[in-house]
């Protein structure tokens, strides 16, 4: 009986994987700054009416607005 050939079909599909390139496991460590600034306003507060305005000075009030600014920081370090 005369040996079978195995076709080229069949041979084409036939891949071995010899090298598998694996990298390091890597921790991501992520810090989170908030930055509080808290700048005065100065509103000045008029009468709202005319017989107000008559008897009652301008008002000057002081207040206090605050900004909020985050800042995020990543950086990757290897795992351990």
């Known amino acids: ?5 195995i ?4 041979r084409r599909n036939q891949k071995v ?3 598998v390139l694996v990298s390091e496991p890597v ?5 989170e700054k908030t930055y509080t600034t808290t700048v005065p ?3 000045i507060r008029k009468p709202a009416t005319l ?3 008559l008897t009652e000075p301008a008002a000057v009030v002081v207040k206090p607005k605050k900004k909020v600014r985050k800042v995020v920081e990543r950086s990757n370090r290897r795992a351990s």
């Open 1 to 5: 009986m005369p040996k079978r050939k």
């Open 7 to 10: 076709s080229r079909v069949k």
């Open 17 to 19: 994987v010899t090298e």
């Open 27 to 31: 921790t991501e460590v992520v810090t």
């Open 41 to 43: 306003e100065v509103e």
């Open 51 to 53: 017989a107000q305005a």
